[in-house]
C-alpha cells in the first residue's frame, strides 16, 4: 500500500491510499479519513460508495463528510466505484465501465477479468483496512449516493451482522426496472435475469430485509428520479415492515449540494447505530 | 446576465451566473449563495475570493460555507479569479494570467485590457449583486484563500466602511517580498514599485490598518509558508495595535481540507460583526 497524499482536516487526517488489489486485479484508489480519536485506539468506520462518474476523489472534496464525521469520532472510506487502468475493459457511455461498476461481480466478458467491485468492497477492502489502520471493524455502517446507495443497501441487506445500519442519498433502488441497471446487468452479468435480483435493493427488501435502521432521502426536484424508483422501495419496506426512515426534500436535486446538505443527519444516524453496545 | 445552474442547498440555493462586465471586458461567470431567509428580504453578504488557479466553482463546492452560511442567514458569493475567454492576455504560468488575477487593476501591456479584477471587485459585481439580488449591502465582509486572502485584506483596508471585518486562509501578507507578488506586480504594474504597495497588505497595515475585526489562519505545515509570510502581517498588526486575531493552526496545510476545517470559526467571526447593529 501507498501513501498518495495525508492532509490534517478537522482535526484528523484525510488520507489517499493505491494497493493492488487481488479481486479486481489492478491498482485501486481509496480515500480514507481518520478523526482525531483514531490516535488513541480503533474508531468505528463508516464507507460512503460514490455514483457513477466518480473517483474515490468526489465525494471526499465535495460531500462534507469529514466536518460531521470528525464531531462524532467516525472514520470514512471512500472506495473508487470502478477498477481503473489500460488494461481494463471500458465503454464510451458514462453508465457503463470505468468510473459504472455498479458494485457487483461481473461474470461476463470483457467485463468479469476486473470488474469484481462487490468482493472488492465485501472482502479485499476491508482486510486492507483493518491491517493497516486503527479501525474498529465490529462497528462499522454504510452510505452511498446514487449508484453507490444503490451499492450500500444492497450490500448491506445480503451480508447480515457487517454493518449496523445504511442509508443512502438518492439511490437506485430498482435497477432490474430501468435503463440505470437493466444495461449494466446485461453487460456484467448475462441476460439470465435471476442474476439480476441479487443486486436490486427493493426485491432484496422483499425477500430478506434489513436488520437494523435504515434512512433514505431523495429530492423532489431530482432530474433522475424516474431512474431511482424510490417509490419501489418505500412500497417494498412498507410490505415489509421494515424500520426505516424514507424522506422526499423539497426541491433538492441529483448534486452534491443535496448530498452534503443531508450529511450531517446521515452521520448522525449512524453514530447513533455505531455508538450503541 | 444568465443563470447557469441553480440547485437547492442547506435550504437555500446555491446559484451559477454569467455576465457581460463592463470592467475585465469579458463573459464573467460567479457563484452566489443565497440562504432561506432571502426569500423573505435583503439578507447580508460574506465575499470569498479564491486563489491561484482557481474559478468560481473551487471553493463553491470544496469550502464547505454553505452549511454555516445557511446557518447564519448570509449570504455567500464566489467571484472568479480573473478575466477569461480567448481574446484575454495568458501566460502558460500557473500563477500569472487567467486564474491568477491577483485583485489588482494592470497598467501594463498585454494584461490592461482586461485585467481590472480590483474594479470588479469592489465596484461591478457588487452593482450587480445589489441590483439583482435581494442582499443587504450596508452589511459586507470579507474573506478568501491564498491570493484571494490577499485581495480581501487588500480590499477591506482600502476601502474603509465597505467591508465590516475581514477573514483570510494562508492569505500571501507580503506580496511585495516574494515570488507570488514581485512577479505579477512587475508583469501587471510594471517595474515602478511605488504602485506595488497599495496591493500588499502588510505594507497597507502599517500605513492604514483596518477599522474592524481581522481573523487569519495559516497551517504550520503551509507547504507555501515562505511566500505567505504569516510573520509580516503579524508584525505590522503588532506594531500598529490592530484588533486581529492572527492563529498558527497546527499540522495543516495550504489545501481546502485546512478551508473547510475552519470555515465555520470564519463565517461565525463574521456573522457577529455583520449583525452587530
Known amino acids: 500500500m501507498e501513501t498518495m497524499s495525508e492532509n490534517r482536516a478537522f482535526g484528523g487526517v484525510q488520507g489517499v491510499y493505491n494497493h493492488l488489489s487481488q479481486t479486481t486485479r489492478c491498482e485501486m484508489t481509496f480515500g480514507l479519513f481518520l478523526p482525531e480519536e483514531a490516535r488513541d485506539g480503533p474508531v468505528p468506520l463508516l464507507w460512503y460508495l460514490s455514483g457513477l462518474t466518480c473517483t474515490h476523489e468526489n465525494a471526499m472534496v465535495k460531500a462534507g463528510a469529514q466536518a460531521w464525521a470528525a464531531e462524532q ?73 446514487s449508484m453507490g446507495g444503490h451499492g450500500a443497501l444492497t450490500l448491506a441487506m445480503s451480508l447480515p451482522g457487517r454493518y449496523r445500519s445504511v442509508s443512502a442519498f438518492a439511490p437506485i433502488t430498482n435497477p432490474t426496472a430501468t435503463d440505470w441497471g437493466r444495461k449494466q446487468f446485461s453487460a456484467y452479468l448475462g441476460n439470465d435475469e435471476s442474476t439480476w ?57 441529483h448534486s452534491y449540494f443535496f448530498v452534503s446538505t443531508f450529511m450531517e443527519d446521515h452521520v448522525a444516524f449512524h453514530a447513533e447505530a455505531l455508538y450503541a453496545d
Open 73 to 145: 469520532g467516525i472514520a470514512v472510506v471512500f472506495p473508487d466505484t470502478s477498477p481503473r487502468g489500460e488494461k481494463v475493459a471500458d465503454d464510451d457511455a458514462y453508465d457503463l465501465g470505468k468510473g459504472a461498476g455498479f458494485y457487483l461481480n461481473a461474470t461476463q466478458k470483457p467485463w468479469a477479468p476486473h470488474y469484481q467491485m462487490w468482493d472488492y468492497i465485501a472482502e479485499d477492502l476491508p482486510s486492507l483496512l483493518q491491517e493497516r489502520f486503527p479501525l474498529d471493524m465490529t462497528r462499522q455502517s454504510i452510505t452511498g449516493h
Open 197 to 253: 435480483a441479487a443486486h436490486d435493493s427493493s426485491l432484496l427488501m422483499r425477500e430478506r430485509g434489513f436488520d437494523g435502521p435504515i434512512l433514505v432521502d431523495t429530492g423532489t426536484d431530482d432530474q433522475f428520479i424516474d431512474l431511482l424508483r424510490p417509490e419501489a422501495l418505500a412500497a417494498a419496506a412498507a410490505e415489509r415492515r421494515q424500520q426505516a426512515t424514507l424522506r422526499l426534500q423539497k426541491g433538492y436535486d
